[in-house]
């Protein structure tokens, strides 16, 4: 058993995205306690569980009981560190892209200092680009190109495995660097929302086109994972930008000139 306290995989969310079958999320609920993974967050489940998903969890009720529902994807997200978006499909954006040993250290990393997410998407269509864009990181099991896609559980089986055998492997090695505050998912939102007001306030942006180049720019700053002082600093400068700091508040006072012996 995982103490949920301590447990770096107890602060792991699996994030289910518009799921159709119940039958599914039982059955991930069911993959994620086998590898001692207990959260569990649904973004508006076609229907919320039922017998059929109890079912298929086969012992893991306890997981469906207290999964979280969420309107959407963004909610389901909040407090969250660092996000990867699972998806069975090479896409045209290109976002980072691991593989499912990569996803599970980078999650299990960030894991020691905060929450963290993997994304699932819905069965027939994955996850949407712009689902994707709340992602720092895309993970894909390299399955054959010819058929690519595993039924939702057997790839929630796959990530929360590697998981588990990353964490066995981890368990001994000495203490991690001293943790950085990372800034959670909501405040990055919060900075994309100010950076894509202030591109338009400013007359960079088109109003047109500006979600392609929105999109860039996610990427660049999900990259570099800023912190919550780092986050600050960049509001304030398109704050700057848009005109709501005075230029002249550095003026120093005229220095009084030299005295002539
Ligand atoms: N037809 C959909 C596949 C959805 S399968 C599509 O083409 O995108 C449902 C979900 O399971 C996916 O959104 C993804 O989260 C996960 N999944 C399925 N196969 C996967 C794979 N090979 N690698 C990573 N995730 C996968």
Redesign the pocket.
């Known amino acids: 058993m995982t103490d949920p306290e301590t447990s770096p995989l107890a602060r792991i969310r699996f994030v289910l995205v518009e799921t159709t079958h119940t039958g599914n999320i039982g059955a991930v609920a069911r993959a994620m306690k086998n590898m001692g993974l207990r959260r569990l967050h649904l973004v508006s489940p076609r229907q919320p569980p039922d017998a059929e998903a109890m079912a298929r969890a086969s012992g893991a009720d306890d997981l469906l009981a207290a999964a979280e529902v969420h309107p959407d994807l963004v909610s389901a997200l909040a407090g969250c560190r660092r996000v990867i978006g699972?998806?069975?499909?090479h896409r045209a954006v290109a976002w980072p892209l691991v593989e499912p040993p990569a996803a599970a250290r980078l999650l299990l990393e960030e894991a020691r200092h905060g929450d963290v997410a993997l994304v699932?998407?819905?069965?027939?269509?994955?996850?949407s680009n712009d689902e994707l864009a709340r992602c720092q990181y895309l993970?894909?099991?390299p399955?054959d190109p010819d058929f690519?896609?595993?039924n939702?559980a057997a790839?929630a089986q796959v990530f929360a495995y590697e998981l588990r055998r990353v964490w066995l492997e981890q368990a001994d090695a000495a203490p991690a660097a001293a943790p950085r505050d990372l800034a959670p998912s909501e405040a990055l939102e919060g900075f994309f929302a100010h950076l894509d007001q202030t591109l338009l306030d400013i007359g960079f942006a088109d109003p047109e086109q500006s979600s392609k180049l929105g999109r860039r720019l996610r990427r660049l700053f999900q990259r570099a994972e800023p912190d919550r002082t780092e986050l600050n600093i960049l509001r304030g400068i398109l704050s700057a930008a848009q005109g709501r700091k005075s230029p002249g508040r550095f003026a120093r006072a005229a220095a009084p000139a030299p005295r002539e012996e």
């Open positions: 699972s998806s069975a499909r699932f998407g819905r069965e027939c269509s994955g996850l993970a894909h099991i399955t690519s896609s595993l939702l790839a």
